[in-house]
């Protein structure tokens, strides 16, 4: 015990001690510490929305934390921003891709921190660029990586393996000690997953550390040495890999109890009233066909970049499908344009308001007729603006918008009336499906059930929901069967009697 | 991949550019000592100002006000002369005009989170306005003399102009820049990503003012070589050139969404705008056929940029992955 811990003082390089940081509405972390040492990988775990990428974020000087200290090789670590945490040897290589996409390879490289030349024959304060060194440096960093690139072949024209490969050759020209990777593999065939773990092995062995976000359980057994485990902002446990087992990472991971707070009716399920069939999107969607039934809640569960949202817009037709066929009510129906699918009486809710839902800066009347302009204007096109005034009214009160005054301006609203305001823009279009897509996120406690207790009224009514939410309990509460994803595919389909946080978690990871 | 396509992008320009000049030499006197002094006379200032306005857009910024700031630059030379100022007075302070009127447009666009678009449109108006108001006789001066035109109008071996050494100074010296400068690489990455520009260390508010004084001085001198060629000025006369510089950029593959493009396509692009409106005058096409068809070529060049060569780019790039993996 003793001897274990004089070697972890010695070889931590990080070490996080104590890390707060609030959000408006959210306590994102709440008294985090862990440390990293010399020449390991330490794989960070959670949930999502756990804190994972929030406390990348701090160490690598995006947001400053609120409280709680860091140090670096025994030395107090504070952080401003990127550059910064780069010039100190820590290097983050994020999920969605930083480079200059107009920019080659080398360019990208050294971006902010070209190697300069005197521009005299001896040393002097005219400095220029000296591309030269830059990609003698490069050439190597490119070979100690075991990989073969075009130094001057333009960002925009690479795959995403290989743009990751660029930002990891990138913080190597850093010399970075300290590499975060924030879901790495997210966008990998299993191919180029190999190829990146061969990487992250070779660093390892020149005695580099690195941090290793992910929630795909598999490759934490895979390549990390440690692994910490993260659950609503806190810190749950930290163990050398060899010691536990999936199991046991699922049951930190979850962890909570499940309260009985939704107000879920055990309805009387009708019958098919939509068919999918063998929806297809290049890497996205595999295959993906499904029932849903009348007055049907049914939830999809996975983890972040499963496809979800991704299957939702392909059925929607907001994205653009290699596959996608529907039965409607027993008639057959491809999958063309959103208006189409729309007056067939599928409507999609997405999960971001802001960009795809609402017209914020525009009033409730606005928002809430977007959709059914035809049925409150005239053969000329003039908008009656009683008819307005009437749908907006009845659709303000059954969702019990407030104010529900129809010139109030949608931006104003609190995000859990916005959201009702979202949802009462597609039921005014009457569909007989609603798909819902995250419909609680970022929404205080009274809002979440308030929307819970509308949702279940529809089903009630003998509208069909499908349920699209990364909150576990949310799904186990309202759902009468949950299809689970997992890259692009239905791993599994539990009924409402086999729902448990463990086994949707356990298919989902 | 891109960068051989952009070479070929570039020396498809330059055979277009070929193309015309030999078609103009054959048809017309344009290939004579005179035509094509004139020639070298008239695109450098054009090819100035693309390079200025180009840097510029290399941020995802613009200047609406280019044309009007070559007016103050050009009447404050003037001025200065009549009043009997000597060159080492009136050139600098002429083109110190043009970088402070370029910086407020670059510290409105900063300061205030204007778009560039906006502010700039805004400043061109308020420019066009002092004219009229502000500058004694709308800005008009006569009768300068030679201790105004003697540059302009001076030319090496009886046949390349002064004006056009100073062009090709100008133009090394900005592709110098761009390549070998910690400043022409901030440029791309701002227009490119801002956010990652951000996370490189490099802070794009302080880059942006830089271009618009950089701009602003590369338009004072752009503005004194066309205006020392002609005995007077008269501010008014640039009102509208923006839209020729632009255009100009534009045309050689600068991307006006920022982050993209090469000085080289600057100049060309100016060499080809240039060239267009010559080829038209020679075959007196009327003025307003002239600013539509000089509408329809950057139509044409920005449709390329966006569309076809986006797809042949990603086509490009899908195969390079195959080919790695």
């Known amino acids: 015990m003793v001897r274990e811990a004089v070697t972890m003082e010695r070889n931590a390089v990080l070490t996080i001690e104590a890390v707060d940081k609030h959000f408006p509405g959210v306590q994102a972390l709440i008294d985090v510490s862990m440390d990293l040492r010399q020449g390991e990988v330490h794989a960070v775990c959670g949930e999502n929305g756990a804190g994972k990428s929030t406390l990348m974020k701090i160490i690598s000087g995006v947001y400053p934390p609120d409280r709680g200290s860091m140090t670096l090789n025994g030395e107090p670590y504070t952080v401003v921003n990127p550059h910064d945490a780069h010039s100190k040897g820590i290097a983050i290589i994020y999920q969605e891709s930083s480079l200059f996409p107009d920019l080659t390879v080398l360019e990208n490289m050294f971006m902010g921190h070209e190697i300069m030349r005197s521009i005299l024959p001896f040393e002097s304060p005219f400095k220029i660029i000296d591309h030269h060194a830059m990609r003698e440096k490069a050439e190597n960093v490119f070979q100690r990586l075991g990989m073969r690139i075009d130094l001057d072949a333009v960002v925009s024209t690479l795959g995403v393996a290989a743009k990751q490969m660029v930002e990891i050759a990138k913080a190597l020209t850093f010399d970075s000690q300290i590499l975060i990777l924030d879901e790495p593999t997210a966008a990998l065939t299993s191919n180029e997953v190999e190829t990146l773990f061969a990487t992250i092995r070779r660093l390892r062995s020149e005695g580099r550390s690195m941090l290793y976000i992910s929630h795909r359980l598999d490759e934490v057994f895979q390549i990390a040495d440690r692994v910490t485990v993260l659950r609503d902002g806190r810190c749950i446990n930290t163990a050398q890999v060899k010691d536990v087992n999936r199991d046991k990472l699922v049951s930190w991971m979850v962890g909570r109890t499940l309260s009985n707070l939704y107000p879920k009716e055990i309805l009387e399920i009708g019958d098919v009233i939509l068919e999918v069939r063998g929806v297809c999107q290049g890497d996205l969607l595999k295959n993906i066909s499904f029932k849903l039934r009348r007055s049907e809640i049914l939830g999809i569960a996975g983890l972040a970049g499963a496809g979800r949202t991704e299957l939702a817009q392909a059925i929607c037709g907001l994205t653009d499908p290699d596959q996608a066929e529907l039965i409607i009510n027993g008639h057959k129906f491809r999958v063309t344009d959103y208006r189409r699918t729309l007056e067939r009486g599928i409507a999609y809710i997405s999960e971001d308001r802001q960009a795809y839902g609402l017209v914020l800066p525009m009033t409730l009347n606005v928002n809430i007729t977007h959709k059914v302009l035809k049925k409150i204007t005239n053969a000329i096109g003039i908008i009656d603006p009683s008819q307005e005034q009437k749908i907006t009214q009845t659709f303000a009160d059954k969702l019990s918008i407030k104010p529900s005054d129809g010139d109030f301006i949608v931006n104003n609203l609190s995000g859990g009336n916005q959201q009702k305001v979202s949802v009462a823009k597609s039921l005014a279009v009457e569909p007989q499906i609603l798909i819902l897509d995250e419909p609680t996120r970022g929404v205080d406690v009274g809002a979440k059930s308030e929307i819970h207790r509308i949702i279940c009224n529809l089903a009630k009514e003998g509208k069909s929901i499908i349920l699209i939410s990364s909150d576990l309990p949310e799904i186990l509460g309202m759902c009468d069967r949950v299809l689970v994803m997992k890259s692009g595919e239905i791993v599994g389909e539990l009924s409402r009697e086999e729902l448990s946080q463990e086994r949707v978690l356990s298919m989902a990871l | ?325």
């Open chain 2, 1 to 325: 991949m891109k960068r051989n396509w952009t070479v070929t992008q570039e020396l498809l320009l330059g055979a277009i550019l070929l193309a015309i000049i030999v078609f103009l030499s054959l048809t017309t006197n344009f290939s004579t000592r005179s035509g094509i002094y004139s020639f070298m006379l008239d695109v450098s200032p054009t090819v100035v100002a693309a390079i200025a306005v180009g840097m510029v857009i290399f941020t995802g910024n613009i200047d609406i006000s280019v044309g009007t700031i070559s007016g103050f630059v050009a009447y404050t030379a003037g001025a200065l002369v009549k009043a009997g100022a000597p060159m080492i007075i009136w050139v600098p302070a002429a083109i110190t005009v043009g970088t402070l009127l370029a910086g407020i447009n670059g510290f409105i666009t900063i300061k205030f989170r204007v778009p560039s678009l906006v502010a700039t449109l805004a400043m061109n108006m308020v420019h066009i306005g002092a004219y009229a108001t502000v500058l004694p006789q709308s800005g008009w001066i006569e009768n300068l003399g030679p201790r105004f035109t003697w540059f302009g109008r001076g030319r090496i071996f009886n046949l390349i102009p002064y004006n056009f050494v100073v062009m090709i100074v100008v133009a090394i010296v900005a592709m110098f820049v761009m390549k070998y400068t910690r400043f022409g690489r901030a440029l791309y990455a701002v227009g490119g990503n801002r956010q990652s520009a951000i996370y490189s260390g490099i802070n794009p508010d302080v880059t942006v003012m830089k271009v618009f004084f950089v701009e602003g001085f590369l338009m004072g001198i752009s503005a004194l070589l066309r205006a020392m060629t002609l005995n007077e000025v008269m501010p008014s006369v640039f009102v509208g050139r923006e839209l020729f510089f632009i255009s100009a950029a534009v045309v050689g593959g600068i991307s006006i969404f920022g982050g993209s493009g090469r000085i080289i396509g600057a100049v060309m692009g100016a060499a080809l705008v240039y060239l267009l409106s010559i080829a038209m005058i020679y075959y007196g096409v009327q003025d307003y056929y002239q600013f539509a068809l000089q509408g329809i070529i950057i139509l044409g060049a920005v449709f390329i940029t966006v569309t076809d060569f986006g797809k042949i780019r990603r086509r490009l790039g899908r195969e390079s992955e195959q080919r790695a993996s």
